[in-house]
């Protein structure tokens, strides 16, 4: 018997930092997820094979069927093997039936972008593991882990989405963004993972007031869904980055690094790395490579 399962990547527009407060912020699921197939077999272990999106595989680990997780993840050295071993405990104990009864596994996970990207190889893979073991998803990352949880959403839902934390659980709302302007909008790869831990932790550490900063970025995530001009979606973004860029302390990216591009842009989850979204500007993809950024993708390539 032979399951197989998929979830999307994810993209935050608006609400970094502020989505683990509770701000209403605006993300897109990508194109680009991961897949988890799941094999019964008799070997009496759980064999474990993940891919990168070439097909190489870029980790292998064997776990005994015989012997609890538990037991096995307290004597792991190995940190990716670690991390898995506690999700798999964390969703046997949501859900004790999990992977019980069975004689062996071969499970495969492959990846649609590369590890370096940030869009989400965590979430899609304890999106999977969640739907695989029929247990919430959200529990299994706060259990597990920690964070907002719109990469979550961003997995589960095909479309665009405003996502919140409301008194900790999540709220989901389907929206149509499908801008007219959208074939101007771009996304940049910025060579470099940003550590996302390192972001919350500096934002932690700042003395602001959080209670309007919340408030103003959940009025300019309910505007920028609204936004049928890219002028107006520009107004948007600059706004929205000044008031993460005073909550840092950080200057904006394209004041640090691109300040002679004609458009704007944005930066997208953890300030510092990963993605930025671009708006207009004179031959963009050009500008980029120049720049020595080779990942440039359209809107309508990444997104779903």
Request: neutral net charge; hydrophobic residues 40%; aromatic residues 12%.
């Amino acid at each position: 018997m032979t399951q197989l399962f998929h979830s999307n990547g994810k993209l935050l527009i608006t609400g970094e930092y502020a989505v683990l407060d509770g701000a209403l912020s605006f993300a897109l699921p990508t194109v680009y997820g991961q897949t988890l197939k799941v094999t019964e077999n008799k070997s009496g272990k759980l064999l474990w094979k993940s891919l990168d999106q070439t097909g190489n595989v870029w980790f292998e680990w064997v776990f005994d069927m015989n012997d609890p997780i538990t037991a096995q993840k307290n004597v792991i050295k190995n940190p990716t093997a670690n991390t898995l071993a506690k999700l798999l405990d964390e969703a046997k104990s949501l859900n004790p039936l999990f992977m019980a009864n069975v004689g062996g596994l071969s499970i495969e996970t492959k990846l649609g972008f590369p590890r370096e990207w940030g869009l989400g190889s965590s979430s899609t893979l304890i999106n999977n593991i969640a739907q695989w073991a029929k247990i919430d998803a959200y529990l299994l990352l706060w259990n597990a882990f920690s964070g907002s949880g719109y990469d979550i959403a961003c997995a589960q839902h095909d479309t665009p989405i405003l996502y919140r934390l409301n008194a900790g659980k999540p709220e989901v709302q389907q929206i149509p963004f499908d801008p007219p302007f959208k074939n101007e909008l771009n996304f940049i790869y910025l060579n470099k993972k940003q550590n996302s831990r390192e972001g919350i932790t500096r934002y932690r550490a700042r003395e602001f007031d959080e209670t309007k900063f919340i408030e103003d970025i959940t009025s300019l995530s309910k505007k920028i869904v609204q936004t049928t001009t890219r002028s107006d979606f520009d107004a948007i973004v600059l706004e929205h980055e000044k008031l993460v860029s005073q909550v840092l302390g950080m200057p904006m990216v394209k004041e640090a690094k691109f300040s002679d591009f004609t458009g704007t842009i944005k930066s997208l989850g953890a300030w510092g790395g990963d993605f930025i979204l671009a708006s207009g500007g004179i031959d963009p993809i050009g500008y980029f490579n120049k720049k020595g950024y080779d990942v440039v993708i359209p809107y309508s390539k990444l997104i779903l």
